[in-house]
């Protein structure tokens, strides 16, 4: 990144490092609540009780709020750093896929945001046994079926596009 400014590599070192949690968070998410449920339906394993079961949603708890607010940081700062860096779009086309990975997956997070908001709301209320909670990681889970697959496998190529850099424009001034 020759052509950067300090600007736009700060917003860039933030959006990878806020990216790179999330990412990591969000992994760890969903193979935490997919091993609570049966494998076809979204019912509870045999050996999860009532008594467990709030032992279960806390340790999910911090993985909320990590993938909630750090998601929100790699989109900012990711759009702080497109905006402030000298790279167009239009000459390195390695940033403009990643680009549209990252844009065209937002409003779908989008949507499981909202759920996650609302389980942050009781979350903070304490109320880590409630029939609420469960119902809305049933509905996070039903929503949007596949997409964390999709979700995971898109941002997995992303780093390939940031280290090999292809669909690069070469100027007639380098050599």
Known sequence: MKNSNKLATVFSILALSSGSIWFGSYVSRLLIT???FESTETVLKSYITNDNLQ???QTNYPLVNLTFFSYIIFIVS?????ITTKLRLKENGWLFIVA???YLTLPFECILLSIDLKLISLFLNE???SK???ELIVERISVLNSFPIILILSYLAIPFFLIVKPFKLKNSNEN
Do not use: E, G, N, P
Request: proline content about 0%; glycine content about 0%; overall charge positive.
């Open 127 to 129: 109320q880590f046994a």
């Open 78 to 82: 990711f759009t702080i750093f497109l």
């Open 34 to 36: 997919y091993q609570m």
């Open 100 to 102: 549209l990975i990252i």
């Open 132 to 134: 609420k909670v469960l």
């Open 55 to 57: 032992a279960i949603i």
